[in-house]
């Protein structure tokens, strides 16, 4: 059984919104470091944002500063990326990621994977 599902991807025209839903199957008492990844045809994974659960603690890549959130249901265990203003090259398979202990960005820290979901932005 998938520990972390993604669904929310979809094709949307540059400048619009979409959201993210990462289904977590992990109920635990210990913080949890829930992150989004993306990959692009030909490109490195790279991180978009993580969040600690029952906390604020967020991070942000650069790229996507004050056009992404990240949000968690916690009753629902599901952790959310709200995109707004999407550019094309935002265009990638997402993926969320989960790990305990510390909290980042960055795609080795992590070794529990969701299947991804496809972001396509058309300008």
């Known amino acids: 059984q998938a520990q972390l599902v993604e669904s929310g991807g979809g094709s949307v025209q540059s400048g619009g919104s979409l959201r993210l839903s990462c289904a977590d199957s992990?109920?635990?008492?210990?913080?949890?470091?829930i992150a989004w990844f993306r990959q692009a045809p030909g490109k490195e994974r790279e991180g978009v944002a993580s969040?600690?659960?029952?906390?604020?603690?967020?991070i942000y890549a650069d790229s996507v500063k004050g056009r992404f959130t990240i949000s968690q249901d916690n009753a629902k265990n599901v952790v959310y990326l709200q995109m707004n203003k999407l550019k094309s090259e935002d265009t990638a398979m997402y993926y969320c990621?989960?790990?305990?202990?510390?909290?980042?960005?960055?795609?080795?820290?992590?070794?529990?994977w969701g299947q991804g979901t496809q972001v396509t932005v058309s300008s």
């Open positions: 992990v109920y635990t008492n210990r913080a949890r470091c």
């Open positions: 990621a989960a790990r305990y202990g510390g909290c980042s960005i960055v795609p080795s820290w992590f070794a529990d």
């Open positions: 969040i600690v659960s029952g906390t604020t603690y967020t």
